[in-house]
């Protein structure tokens, strides 16, 4: 395939920058008028020819001429086992045409994407020393506005407790930087010393995916110890980017399988939204983790790290109480978190939410609600069916520092499945551990209108407990403290079961706490 270099235009003031992008051209006419189509570049459609390399080729081609693309929509797409990532840069309508996956077989990478949405936008040059926590401004301004990605290695943060024990991850984080100066995403942490920079510009104009049917045959790939992450997905990397009504159907498991790493994955980038898209969860299979113990294996249909206002609108999904299969969605480093309208089996931030974590009008199954981080975490107008109400990672220290919000929600614990002693926000943290930062209890909480479903309690209940005994009761030497909660608020809180909450089954530990019943 012959290529050549072609000049592309730029956001940033009017700079302009190469990039490398395919000479060829059709094999025959588009056949959807000003949109570019696969079958113009030797796709076939039936399922069983492989498709990829058509498919590479069109986008290439829309990409240089900045065309849309638009497939065929009873066509079946094969996306064969070979090595090649489509770049997407332009706006692309997959409809109900249909895509097949086939992992059953050897595949020639099997960590690579099939898709990558990416700019086309060169980096610009930022010059960043030092950064405080809650910085809102910083100088020199940039030429464009763009998404910073900054990293200290010289600092671990999240250092991880548990089976998945581990020494933690460099100081990292990403915010957008306005031409203006200005910073949306503050700060999350203190940095004494920057060790790199990255600075991608936002395109002004947003990217929209629309549609497609994705069939997934899943691998059956055999490794006793360890995780070998999947990809075969649709990276997205390119900020602005809506993806709308997509659909990915997990099939063909076995016994054996490694997991994927999320087949949408969203990395280094702002203003993402997935709206009324469907994925299916996948099957939680087993392996020895770090500390040489039995650990499930989590795999994921959405991941996202690094991004900056990341909203999930309609996204739907069936069987969101079935413990045989992982919970959905995996998130590290994110910053502003918004789900409206959804139904998932669960939500999780793993290495921290900064910002706003908003839950609304959504349900979420039997994986529950997971939180660590920092602001506001709002919980409204929703149902949830976790072990707890809120689940704070306790592999992270169980920290969120900020205040908490419960709004006109309903609580069935454990998914009604068996009688459970309720335990409203879980989390441990003994103070023996060094995450890498200071732990804290959210310092207010704040309920407004909560059913619990505890209709069906165990012998000798004697009600919901809002904490159970997160420092426990040694009195051992807690080198790292863990900052309790200030203040907890209660009105509207109702129990199936008639029987009061508790505010912790350690009275004598939740004595400082004000509890204020209104």
């Given at each position: 395939?012959?290529?050549?270099?072609?000049?592309?235009?730029?956001?940033?003031?009017?700079?302009?920058?190469?990039?490398?992008?395919?000479?060829?051209?059709?094999?025959?006419?588009?056949?959807?008028?000003?949109?570019?189509?696969?079958?113009?570049?030797?796709?076939?459609?039936?399922?069983?020819?492989?498709?990829?390399?058509?498919?590479?080729?069109?986008?290439?081609?829309?990409?240089?001429?900045?065309?849309?693309?638009?497939?065929?929509?009873?066509?079946?797409?094969h996306?064969?086992?070979?090595?090649?990532?489509?770049?997407?840069?332009?706006?692309?309508?997959?409809?109900?045409?249909?895509?097949?996956?086939?992992?059953?077989?050897?595949?020639?990478?099997?960590?690579?994407?099939?898709?990558e949405?990416?700019?086309?936008?060169?980096?610009?040059?930022?010059?960043?020393?030092?950064?405080?926590?809650?910085?809102?401004?910083?100088?020199?301004?940039?030429?464009?506005?763009?998404?910073?990605?900054?990293?200290?290695?010289?600092?671990?943060?999240?250092?991880?407790?548990?089976?998945?024990?581990?020494?933690?991850?460099?100081?990292?984080?990403?915010?957008?930087?306005?031409?203006?100066?200005?910073?949306?995403?503050a700060?999350?942490?203190?940095?004494?010393?920057?060790?790199?920079?990255?600075?991608?510009?936002?395109?002004?104009?947003?990217l929209?995916?629309?549609?497609?049917?994705?069939?997934?045959?899943?691998?059956?790939?055999?490794?006793?110890?360890?995780?070998?992450?999947?990809?075969?997905?649709?990276?997205?990397?390119?900020?602005?980017?809506?993806?709308v009504?997509l659909?990915?159907?997990?099939?063909?498991?076995t016994?054996?399988?490694?997991?994927?790493?999320?087949?949408?994955?969203?990395?280094?980038?702002?203003?993402?939204?997935?709206?009324?898209?469907?994925?299916?969860?996948?099957?939680?299979?087993?392996?020895?983790?770090?500390?040489?113990?039995?650990?499930?294996?989590?795999?994921?249909?959405?991941?996202?790290?690094?991004?900056?206002?990341?909203?999930?609108?309609?996204?739907?999904m069936?069987?969101?109480?079935?413990?045989?299969?992982?919970?959905?969605?995996?998130?590290?480093?994110?910053?502003?978190?918004?789900?409206?309208?959804?139904?998932?089996?669960?939500?999780?931030?793993?290495?921290?939410?900064?910002?706003?974590?908003?839950?609304?009008?959504?349900?979420?199954?039997?994986?529950?609600?997971?939180?660590?981080?920092?602001?506001?975490?709002?919980?409204?107008?929703?149902?949830?069916?976790?072990?707890?109400?809120?689940?704070?990672?306790?592999?992270?220290?169980?920290?969120?520092?900020?205040?908490?919000v419960?709004?006109?929600?309903?609580?069935?614990?454990?998914?009604?499945?068996?009688?459970?002693?309720?335990?409203?926000?879980?989390?441990?943290?003994?103070?023996?551990?060094?995450?890498?930062?200071?732990?804290?209890?959210?310092?207010?909480?704040?309920?407004?209108?909560?059913?619990?479903?505890?209709?069906?309690?165990?012998?000798?209940?004697?009600?919901?407990?809002?904490?159970?005994?997160?420092?426990?009761?040694?009195q051992?030497?807690?080198?790292?403290?863990?900052?309790?909660?200030?203040?907890?608020?209660?009105?509207?809180?109702?129990?199936?079961?008639?029987?009061?909450?508790?505010?912790?089954?350690?009275?004598?530990?939740?004595?400082?706490?004000?509890?204020?019943?209104?």
């Amino acid at each position: 395939m012959t290529k050549r270099w072609v000049t592309v235009a730029l956001a940033c003031g009017g700079l302009m920058a190469c990039a490398e992008v395919s000479g060829d051209t059709p094999t025959k006419a588009t056949e959807t008028g000003d949109a570019i189509s696969y079958e113009a570049f030797g796709a076939v459609g039936d399922g069983k020819a492989d498709d990829l390399p058509a498919i590479c080729a069109a986008h290439e081609y829309a990409n240089k001429h900045g065309k849309r693309v638009k497939s065929k929509p009873d066509a079946v797409y094969h996306l064969g086992r070979r090595a090649l990532t489509v770049v997407m840069a332009t706006d692309t309508d997959w409809g109900t045409s249909r895509f097949t996956i086939d992992d059953s077989q050897e595949v020639e990478d099997h960590r690579k994407p099939l898709f990558e949405i990416r700019s086309l936008l060169t980096p610009v040059e930022v010059k960043v020393e030092r950064l405080a926590r809650g910085q809102t401004r910083l100088e020199p301004c940039p030429p464009c506005d763009c998404v910073v990605y900054v990293q200290n290695r010289n600092r671990k943060i999240f250092i991880r407790k548990g089976l998945n024990q581990n020494d933690g991850t460099p100081q990292q984080e990403v915010f957008v930087f306005r031409r203006d100066g200005t910073i949306e995403g503050a700060i999350t942490w203190d940095y004494d010393t920057v060790t790199q920079v990255v600075a991608r510009p936002i395109d002004p104009v947003r990217l929209v995916v629309r549609g497609g049917v994705f069939t997934h045959v899943g691998n059956r790939m055999r490794q006793e110890k360890g995780y070998n992450y999947w990809g075969r997905n649709i990276k997205i990397t390119r900020s602005n980017t809506e993806i709308v009504g997509l659909t990915h159907r997990v099939t063909g498991e076995t016994e054996f399988g490694h997991p994927y790493g999320g087949f949408l994955a969203i990395q280094q980038c702002a203003d993402i939204t997935l709206r009324d898209c469907s994925i299916d969860s996948r099957k939680t299979y087993k392996t020895i983790g770090s500390a040489g113990k039995p650990v499930s294996m989590g795999s994921y249909g959405y991941s996202a790290s690094l991004v900056v206002n990341f909203r999930m609108i309609k996204c739907t999904m069936d069987a969101i109480n079935d413990r045989t299969r992982w919970g959905v969605i995996g998130s590290n480093f994110m910053k502003n978190i918004l789900l409206e309208d959804c139904v998932l089996s669960r939500m999780d931030v793993h290495q921290g939410v900064s910002g706003d974590y908003i839950i609304r009008r959504t349900t979420l199954g039997y994986a529950g609600l997971n939180a660590i981080g920092s602001g506001r975490l709002i919980v409204e107008d929703s149902t949830l069916h976790g072990s707890h109400l809120i689940t704070f990672r306790s592999d992270y220290g169980s920290t969120w520092d900020g205040d908490v919000v419960i709004r006109n929600c309903r609580w069935i614990p454990q998914a009604g499945r068996i009688p459970v002693q309720p335990v409203m926000f879980g989390m441990q943290n003994d103070g023996t551990h060094d995450f890498g930062y200071p732990c804290h209890m959210p310092r207010e909480i704040r309920i407004d209108g909560l059913h619990i479903e505890d209709a069906k309690p165990p012998a000798n209940y004697q009600g919901v407990v809002l904490f159970g005994d997160p420092a426990g009761r040694s009195q051992a030497e807690r080198p790292f403290p863990y900052a309790q909660t200030q203040t907890v608020r209660v009105r509207g809180l109702k129990t199936a079961s008639g029987v009061s909450p508790r505010l912790s089954a350690n009275p004598e530990w939740a004595r400082p706490i004000a509890f204020v019943s209104e």
